[in-house]
């Protein structure tokens, strides 16, 4: 399978509100390098880095002030004297979701935000921007028909970034970016799955009206699990959407042989929706033991996992999401990636 | 005048996230020692310390589950492992405002907040406790007749706490509560005056679909200006409430010569609105030298601000809220309470 990637990644790396106290993120730059390194070791495929898109096709995804806000953020962050990563303070809860968007930048920070893990330093902008052409390139690969499928090793991840916040180490959504330049490129109806462990918030928000993009996600019941808020089965889409999104919270615990009949319900939804081209956001946080989630994948699972999914029989894009373990995670990865070519 | 206070402050000391890392709140004990220590020293008058008042007055103006979630938040964090003060890390915005309650304290946290500057530790709910018996007690001088006026010397202090949600080192509304105490006694129509610095969203919040309590508030422009997404002068109330809300957003470098007229203003609007007793949730950050705001008022001007708070000749109650250059704090509240007791 052919690899995108960008050493601009390693640009990016910050600093999260966690247990009561900064952290250095989980989310870091040796994810990526560990998972770049088995998949050059499990001789994979062709390795690529990405080509350069023009601005238009981020902003298909997300609105404009916010693409701006992400560009310039930074900058106007230190104007004010301040140092550390760019952190949120406060946040547009209730009422306060109505308001016009603030003139100052400690109130932008949480208006185009969902929660105090998405740090923002000036290595963030050109690693999100040099993410989010991965996915692009690895689309263009797909829709072109030069490739059945490619692995788009992003990161920053996306899927908790929305039409304008982000939150959860995602700043720009390189899944809901590729969809969207998927049907750009004419495809006509797309579906994304999202098997990381935490809900795909932000995809879900992108698509939550619109019926050319199916969504689904397999993740930890929003009671329990980060993000809390979004994710709940009863979320079924809205307007022209309605119907075109569909959640599976599933229990702490949850292991194989529960996870993979849920997928398969997934799967019959995205083919009943007649998508052509699929877009996988792929999270290896399901696994058994990864530092901040609870299902209890194991490696070797993996590869079942890549099977299924290539039941479908679509054109795929995987787009790399989340997955905490370094030393584990490239191994599952290429499980996935391995059980989706050999099926 | 006759102050009420309580010793029990000082149990609450706390962590804010602020320039993108976690310091020690502006808002600490020593703030309230000086300021009982000026009352003292100005001879003010009477001293008392708070009477514990029942449960049911904190749960008229909040939740009955966000009251619970104060009391055993901290407990219920450390049970998780976490020794830091609890922070919340994700807030439900835009969709996620309608999600259900999260049962897992990491998501509670930011389900009952609207900030990451309302630190939750071990000595939090005693003293956010006393800070609400405190306004309780002083509200009960008054509404009694006994008193013409008093000052609830309360810390922590209150206004930016919601029907639901903590922030801005606010948890139990103190002013809201002690007015909807004088409703619950029989005062039919009440008023809030806000002279914070800061927009007291959460006093509007509370009342915001009532027509029986005004809230009238001068404040930093939300569009530069904590808390960034209420305090526009188009929330003027909803329902039955429409129209008994008045929000004065000012401009950075508003001195005492803009301040006045502005205020006459308010005053008039909570005449008109026939109220018959008045709570004023009293900051001094609109001090020239306050450190995190930006208004232009001097040691003088709070001596005029308290004879004109006067002139509605209402029964009043003065619930402390910021103010944070601790030299000064003392100084300017003793003279907006001896302006008042003058006029
Ligand atoms: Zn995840
Ligand atoms: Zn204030």
Same mark, same amino acid.
């Given at each position: 399978?052919?690899?995108?990637? !960008? #050493? ?33 070791? @499990? ?14 096709? =981020?902003?298909?995804?997300?609105? *404009? ?9 930074? /900058? ?7 140092? %550390? ?6 946040? +547009? ?24 893990? /998405?740090?923002? &330093?000036?290595?963030?902008? +050109? ?5 989010? $052409? ?9 829709? !072109? ?11 920053? #991840?996306? $899927?908790? /970034? ?9 700043? =720009?959504?390189? /899944? ?16 994304? =799955? ?6 795909? &918030? ?24 980060? #993000? ?16 075109? &999104? @569909?959640?599976?919270?599933? #229990? ?7 996870? !993979? +009949? ?13 998508? *052509? =081209? ?9 696994? *058994?033991?990864?530092?901040?989630? %609870? ?16 039941? @479908? ?27 989706? *070519?050999?099926?």
């Amino acid at each position: 399978m052919l690899t995108l990637h !960008s #050493p601009r990644h390693a640009l990016h790396h910050g600093t999260e509100l966690k247990d009561g106290t900064i952290k250095p993120s989980f989310e870091h730059p040796q994810r990526a390098d560990t998972i770049l390194a088995q998949v050059r070791a @499990a001789g994979l495929g062709e390795l690529r880095t990405e080509q350069p898109h023009d601005r238009a096709a =981020l902003v298909a995804a997300h609105s *404009e002030r916010y693409v701006q806000f992400l560009e310039t953020a930074w /900058a106007r962050w230190t104007a004010t004297g301040r140092q %550390h990563d760019a952190l949120p303070l406060v946040w +547009p809860v209730r009422e306060g979701g109505q308001a016009p968007e603030p003139e100052h930048i400690d109130g932008q920070l949480g208006f185009y935000a969902m929660d105090a893990g /998405a740090p923002i &330093n000036g290595g963030t902008w +050109p690693a999100v921007q040099a993410s989010a $052409h991965v996915a692009l390139t690895a689309l263009d690969a797909v829709a !072109s028909g030069e490739q059945r499928a490619a692995f788009a090793l992003c990161r920053p #991840p996306g $899927h908790h /970034a929305g039409p304008e916040y982000a939150g959860g180490y995602c700043y =720009l959504n390189n /899944a809901a970016i590729a969809a969207q330049h998927a049907r750009t490129l004419g495809v006509g109806r797309v579906a994304v =799955l999202d098997v990381d462990f935490h809900h795909g &918030n932000g995809t879900q928000a992108i698509f939550y009206r619109r019926p050319d993009v199916f969504f689904a996600s397999l993740h930890g019941d929003p009671l329990r699990s980060y #993000p809390y808020f979004w994710g709940h089965a009863d979320e079924t889409g809205a307007g022209e959407g309605l119907g075109a &999104n @569909a959640n599976y919270p599933l #229990p702490h615990g949850t292991d194989w042989a529960a996870y !993979s +009949p849920v997928l398969t319900q997934a799967l019959a939804r995205i083919r009943a929706h007649g998508a *052509e =081209l699929l877009v996988v956001s792929l999270g290896v946080d399901t696994f *058994e033991h990864d530092p901040i989630s %609870h299902f209890r994948l194991r490696t070797a699972d993996y590869l079942r996992l890549g099977q299924q999914i290539a039941s @479908a029989g679509l054109p795929t894009v995987f787009v790399m999401e989340g997955g905490y373990l370094v030393d584990d995670i490239g191994r599952n990865v290429v499980n996935v990636l391995r059980g989706f *070519e050999d099926a």
